[in-house]
Nanobody, 129 residues
Framework: DVQLVESGGGSVQAGGSLRLSCTAS????????TAWYRQTPGNECELVST???????YYADSVKGRFTISQDNAKNTMYLQMNSLKPEDTSVYYC???????????????????????WGQGTQVTVSN
């Protein structure tokens, strides 16, 4: 069975940092795009960041310059380093993987993004003032 398991969420004060991890089993990231999504206050599933199979990265404007996505194929793990966190970053964060993850086409209606091949169950990030 394929599983994506997120970890690293928690509660921090504004300005703090967290690093989320997503480890895959039964599946390798080598030939896939991978991404982080989060639930918006309006209950849509927003693409936060993605890294393509050839290493190209994308960031939502709201996180650009603060978040960094990376991947360690040897460990079958992807990461989201989140710095300078803001209260509006509070959400459940989900990792996902697919042969192709679309960018700039709007949000999925719900999280986790089940239209993609694989997704995790999410990890809570809470940022307080």
């Amino acid at each position: 069975d394929v599983q994506l398991v997120e970890s690293g969420g928690g509660s921090v004060q504004a300005g703090g940092s967290l690093r989320l991890s997503c480890t895959a089993s039964g599946f390798t990231f080598d030939d896939s795009d991978t991404a982080w999504y989060r639930q918006t206050p309006g209950n849509e599933c927003e693409l936060v960041s993605t890294i393509s199979s050839d290493g190209a990265t994308y960031y939502a404007d709201s996180v650009k310059g603060r978040f960094t996505i990376s991947q360690d194929n040897a460990k079958n793990t992807m990461y989201l380093q989140m710095n300078s966190l803001k209260p509006e970053d509070t959400s459940v964060y989900y990792c996902a993987a697919d042969r192709f993850i679309p960018v700039g086409v709007g949000n999925f209606p719900l999280c986790p993004p089940k239209a993609l091949d694989y997704w995790g169950q999410g990890t809570q990030v809470t940022v307080s003032n």
